[in-house]
């Protein structure tokens, strides 16, 4: 666009370039301004779009599926035209399963990411590791937060939550505040928590709002005339355990204490059973020693593989078994995952939603059956070698 300006009796001609859908002028200066796009784009000759517009014009893109919908997408819309801050929250315990899959291009620039329920993993966990975890695999949806908190917001065990407060005071720059995350990784509870040191400045109220242009209900916070806290409900994930067993054994497969680690030595021809969620067979390798790291209440049974089948399908059947799911009577209600350990190595096996398994690689081959929508990781020596 060319903009003709008169100065001191002179036709200067400006040029200035506009972003084609909000019309702000484009900068390559200052991302945090309006108009803002990377100096390859403010130099090309293209029409462009500014970052904020192009975010923006990414939610109409449906060619993956989402595990959230179109009202938590107008909320997160929201969230971006006022330029908040989206606390990111996360189940330390179950990090795979709390991972929002494709938010990346919903969310505002400002992400703060707590990861919660950390009390429920032993305390030797390197925390390091934790945070470098949730680092790598945020940075694969080109989600670059902030910072990354641990935290715990249970009755009994509180960790960092004057932490959190300070840091949501400090980058939410005076804007509001979206606390977004997956189905039950205490979001509310660490809203409860951050209440105590809240102090009302408005006459307005604490409420549950339905949020505009949503059927979605919303804990809204005042925290000055302009500005509020909004506790969203929970995504489910439709890769995790958690989503497919019947609601009342969420409960029982989500670690309320702090989990203990049980091992057990196997070798080829025995088989685990992990309630009737999973099933893990060692068909190849000499004895070795797995360590399961899941919730106390799932129970393990260890069998002969040629048991296994007639084994799942007694404790499907038994009715004083609490966390068993009426959905799986028998193993070709499951599907099968192969697993070739090649060499050695340090093996970690999660199935999303239920917990994981590690052991030390020496050429076993392993079947592991769980139920079809579940994702299956494998990770050797610290890294993702199959998802
Ligand atoms: N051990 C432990 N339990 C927690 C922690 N935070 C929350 N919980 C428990 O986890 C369960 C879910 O907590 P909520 O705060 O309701 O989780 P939410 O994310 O708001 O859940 P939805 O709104 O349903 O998605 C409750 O039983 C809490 O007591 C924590 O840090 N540690
Ligand atoms: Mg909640």
């Known amino acids: 666009m060319i903009r003709k300006t008169k100065t001191s ?25 309006a108009g803002y796009v990377t100096s390859e784009k ?28 179109d009202d938590y997408i107008t909320v997160l819309e929201a969230a971006i035209k006022e330029d908040a801050l989206a606390v990111y929250v996360l189940n330390a315990f179950c990090l795979t399963g709390s991972f929002l899959h494709n938010i990346g291009k919903f969310l505002p620039e400002k992400v703060l990411v707590i990861v919660n329920k950390r009390d429920v993993l032993p305390k030797q966990y390197s925390d390091e590791y934790l945070k470098e975890y949730v680092r790598k695999a945020l940075e694969k949806e080109d989600i670059h937060p902030l910072d990354i908190i641990l935290s715990a917001s249970h009755q009994n065990t509180q960790l960092n939550i004057e932490i959190v407060r300070d840091a949501i005071v400090k980058y939410r720059e005076g804007k509001s505040v979206y606390v977004i995350g997956a189905y039950q990784v205490g979001k509310s509870t660490l809203v409860s928590n951050l209440l105590k040191y809240y102090h009302n400045p408005t006459n307005k109220m604490i409420q549950t709002i339905p949020f505009p242009n949503t059927s979605l209900a919303v804990v809204s916070v005042p925290l000055d005339d302009k500005t509020y ?41 025995q088989s685990f059973l992990l309630s009737n969620f999973a099933r893990i067979d060692i068909t190849e390798g000499d004895r070795t020693a797995f360590t399961f790291y899941k919730s106390n209440d799932i129970t393990i049974i260890r069998c002969k593989t040629s048991h296994a089948d007639e084994t799942l399908r007694d404790l499907s059947n038994n009715k004083d078994q609490l966390s068993v799911t009426k959905k799986i009577k028998c193993t070709a209600d499951l599907t099968e995952h192969k697993i070739s350990v090649d060499g050695t190595g340090d093996y970690r096996i999660r199935i999303v939603g239920l917990g994981y398994f590690d052991f030390t690689g020496n050429n076993q081959q392993i079947s592991l059956y769980a139920p079809e929508p579940i994702q299956i990781i494998v990770e050797k020596d610290g890294t993702i070698i199959s998802e």
């Open 9 to 33: 009796g002179l036709t200067a001609e400006i040029r200035v370039r506009r972003c084609y859908s909000c019309g702000s002028i484009l900068q390559d200066k200052d991302p945090s301004a």
């Open 42 to 69: 403010f130099n090309s000759n293209e029409d462009v779009l500014c970052e904020r517009c192009n975010k923006l014009r990414h939610f109409s893109d449906r060619s993956t599926s989402y595990d959230f919908n």
């Open 229 to 269: 806290l909004y506790d969203l409900p929970g995504i489910y994930n439709s890769k995790s355990l958690v989503s497919f067993v019947e609601p009342q054994l969420v409960k029982y497969l989500i670690p309320r204490t702090e989990i203990k680690p049980e091992t057990y030595t196997s070798k080829k021809d």
